[in-house]
């Protein structure tokens, strides 16, 4: 009797225990759901609501427009954003996940992502690394999620 007493003792402390998650787990637990979804550069939709019309493409400056991240193509510590630039062109873009020395998310030495919520809204900011300066560039939420349409296939 005391054997059993014993084995169920055993197993309720055994199941009870949580396995201890790493940094970078705990700031992909932090980050999912806040980076989900599609995101439109603020700048250039305050532009687009003044003067009712699409912004003219600049091209002396390149810079991320619109974001579509995917939280379900989290690999790892790294993620894969695709991006859109005022060019007109896109790209994918792997982000990997970094705790310290403040949490963001990090791909190469060119940019960084990081979030803020504020007034229950949730605001990116992409720093990007530009010559001798680094430029913040502030990204609101416009899709939960990217649509899928009929009849195209993802390869």
Known sequence: MKRIIYFIVAATVITSCKRKLSPTENLIDKFKPMIQGVWNNKEEMEEMARSKRVPERDTTQHYVSVMNIETEKINGDSITIGVGFNSGEGADLVFKFQAAPRPAL??????????????????????????????????????????RFDGVRDN
């Open 106 to 147: 990090v791909c190469g030495d060119r940019y960084e992502l990081r979030y803020n919520v504020r007034n229950q809204d949730t605001v990116l900011y992409l720093y990007s690394k530009e010559r001798d300066s680094i430029k913040a560039t502030e990204f609101v939420k416009i899709l939960q999620k990217f649509p």
